[in-house]
């Protein structure tokens, strides 16, 4: 399994905490503390997704979970994401703004397994859904294929017990090769041709689909026969 921007499974001390010189909260104090909290959340969701992982490999000798990604948004992303939304660049703004501070990014081989692993998740009885973004059903303009929650779970400090939030994206590894080629379109600031190539993209992103939708076919007709 796979881990991006974060250190090691309990490795918990400031260099896991993203930073950058583009821009520092004022409270830097603070925001080593909040973030050390989403770090934490992503730890509690990791081991979740690790358990059903490890379950479902010895009960039906097939995992549905490919690969499991985490991040801590850098601060600088975060500074121009609360600048977009016209809201103030402050510790207290960033709680209560956003959402996808913590993320993890589940991978499947499958579509019906993304739906699966997400029942699972929903069934949890510590695990609240607050929002669910179906772009699997409801692709983007652009293409783009993914299943988003953001959810919220309790966290046991040495003191109290804090609800954090933390965003999960669950797509096939199919969709994540697509999204990671967008990804690299979106932040280039000069392309050439960059409407032909996201025009190819968006062409890409329906042969995909229909090449995931395929296989999911092909594997339940093996099965079958088994």
Not at 59 to 72: A, T, V, W
Request: charged share 35%; net charge negative.
């Amino acid at each position: 399994m796979r881990n991006n921007e974060l250190r090691g499974p309990t490795a918990i001390d400031t260099d896991i905490i993203p930073n950058d010189s583009e821009h520092v909260f004022a409270e830097e104090a603070l925001y080593q503390e909040v973030m050390m909290r989403y770090h934490c959340a992503i730890l509690e969701m990791n081991t979740k997704l690790e358990v059903l992982s490890k379950d479902l490999a010895v009960r039906y000798r097939r995992n549905p979970i490919e690969f499991i990604e985490s991040r801590l948004k850098k601060p600088s992303s975060i500074a121009r994401k609360l600048e977009k939304m016209g809201k103030p660049v402050t510790v207290e703004s960033m709680e209560e703004n956003l959402s996808d501070i913590a993320g993890i990014r589940v991978l499947c081989a499958y579509i019906d397994d993304i739906y699966e692993i997400a029942r699972m998740l929903a069934r949890q009885k510590d695990v609240s859904i607050l929002t669910v973004k179906d772009y699997i059903k409801n692709p983007k303009d652009n293409g783009y294929r993914s299943y988003h929650m953001i959810v919220e779970i309790p966290v046991y400090f040495s003191d109290n017990v804090r609800p954090v939030r933390c965003e999960i994206q669950i797509r096939t590894i199919a969709m994540d090769f697509w999204a990671t080629l967008d990804h690299d379109m979106q932040y280039k600031k000069r392309v050439e041709d960059a409407e032909e190539i996201m025009k190819e993209l968006k062409e890409c992103a329906d042969i995909i689909h229909s090449t995931d939708e395929k296989m999911m076919r092909l594997r339940e007709r093996i099965h079958r026969i088994e």
